[in-house]
């Protein structure tokens, strides 16, 4: 079975300033991951996600996540948060094989000040 | 672009109403899912289903059940809503063997 550890609940950062959002997973079988976004009073969207390849994935809206496979991580970034990134951050991962279900972790809420 | 609907964005009912929760996609996609989301628990399964009339219990079943009579819609049943049911209700839907799923925005409903 799978798990997933979001290490910050909120992290606040001024506009401008780069944020990192921390994700650490479980698994004994190799997974996808993904992270969503959720805006206020709205689905989840995805992000970006990392299947295989290079081990730096872009996404929309200017954000990256670098899959650390020795340290269990998929740590996500961007490197000058704007007003519009104030949302819930979801990481989940699926295994490559069996069930089609993705695993969540508890989400981080990034709050950005002007 | 993909569309999930869900049948509505807020709900009120009575502990002890019995609970219908709606969800069409217009993808086409196999599969299906329910979560329901809480602060600070993220998302967590409570059914899924990867073919018409077919469904798996998720992480969280209890006091839940699922129909999927057709492949476009998939409905979260709650037979007799109770106050600790009061979460956000999030549908998904993914072709099979694909890894992205898309979501609706979300059911708010509140059990008194």
């Known amino acids: 079975a799978q798990s997933v550890t979001q290490l910050d609940s909120q992290v606040p950062v001024f506009e401008e300033a780069p944020v990192e959002l921390r994700c650490n997973y479980s698994?004994?079988?190799?997974?996808?991951l993904f992270w969503y976004v959720q805006y206020p009073n709205q689905g989840l969207q995805l992000l970006l996600k990392?299947?295989?390849?290079?081990?730096l994935v872009k996404g929309i809206n200017g954000f990256e996540a670098e899959f650390n496979k020795s340290q269990t991580s998929f740590h996500l970034r961007k490197p000058s948060v704007h007003i519009s990134d104030t949302a819930e951050y979801f990481c989940?991962?699926?295994?490559?094989?069996?069930?089609?279900?993705?695993?969540f972790g508890q989400g981080t809420r990034l709050t950005i000040n002007p | 672009d993909v569309k999930v609907t869900q049948s509505s964005r807020y709900l009120v009912k009575r502990t002890g109403e019995k609970v219908f929760l709606e969800c069409v996609q217009d993808?086409?996609?196999?599969?299906m899912f329910w979560y329901r989301q809480d602060p600070g628990l993220g998302l967590r399964l409570i059914y899924f289903?990867?073919?018409?009339?077919?469904?798996e219990k998720g992480d969280i079943p209890e006091g839940y059940s699922v129909s999927r009579e057709k492949k476009e819609r998939f409905s979260l049943i709650l037979e007799s809503a109770s106050t600790n049911q009061t979460s956000m209700y999030l549908c998904?839907?993914?072709?099979?063997?694909?890894?992205?799923?898309?979501f609706g925005p979300g059911t708010r409903l509140l059990v008194l």
């Open positions: 998904a839907s993914s072709f099979s063997g694909r890894e992205t799923q898309y």
């Open positions: 698994s004994s079988v190799s997974v996808y």
């Open positions: 989940a991962v699926k295994d490559y094989q069996g069930a089609q279900k993705l695993v």
């Open positions: 289903s990867y073919d018409v009339k077919m469904k």
């Open positions: 993808m086409d996609h196999e599969n």
């Open positions: 990392y299947l295989s390849g290079s081990t």
